[in-house]
Nanobody, 124 residues
Framework: QVQLVESGGGLVQAGGSLRLSCAAS????????IGWFRRTPGKERDPVAA???????YYADSVKGRFTISRDNAKNTVSLQMNSLKPEDTAVYYC??????????????????WGQGTQVTVSS
């Protein structure tokens, strides 16, 4: 069992930066792939980034070059550094833990544990 808690959301102007954190409980944290997803009203949760247990990183095209995902297994945390934020990045951001198959890093159904989400609002 893994419990996830996101933090770091808030209101920022376009072009600004935020750093989200995902704190996890559970001794098996290091064995999971951790993903970040985001949801806007009326839409499904869209993938943002993922980091495998081995540290390989994957990004949605919309955030490549602007967002960076990293993990610290000693602290059971995963971070999402978000730079050059745009109004269209406004969403509730969720972290999730799971074991997606290779090549399907953004398959929502492969993530078993989800946090409660943190709101990110980017003003124009």
């Amino acid at each position: 069992q893994v419990q996830l808690v996101e933090s770091g959301g808030g209101l920022v102007q376009a072009g600004g930066s935020l750093r989200l954190s995902c704190a996890a409980s559970g001794r098996t944290f290091s064995t999971y792939t951790i993903g970040w997803f985001r949801r806007t009203p009326g839409k499904e949760r869209d993938p943002v980034a993922a980091i495998s247990s081995g540290g390989s990183t994957y990004y949605a095209d919309s955030v490549k070059g602007r967002f960076t995902i990293s993990r610290d297994n000693a602290k059971n945390t995963v971070s999402l550094q978000m730079n050059s934020l745009k109004p269209e990045d406004t969403a509730v951001y969720y972290c999730a833990a799971g074991a997606p198959p290779r090549g399907a890093w953004f398959a929502r159904t492969s993530y078993d544990y989800w946090g409660q989400g943190t709101q990110v609002t980017v003003s124009s």
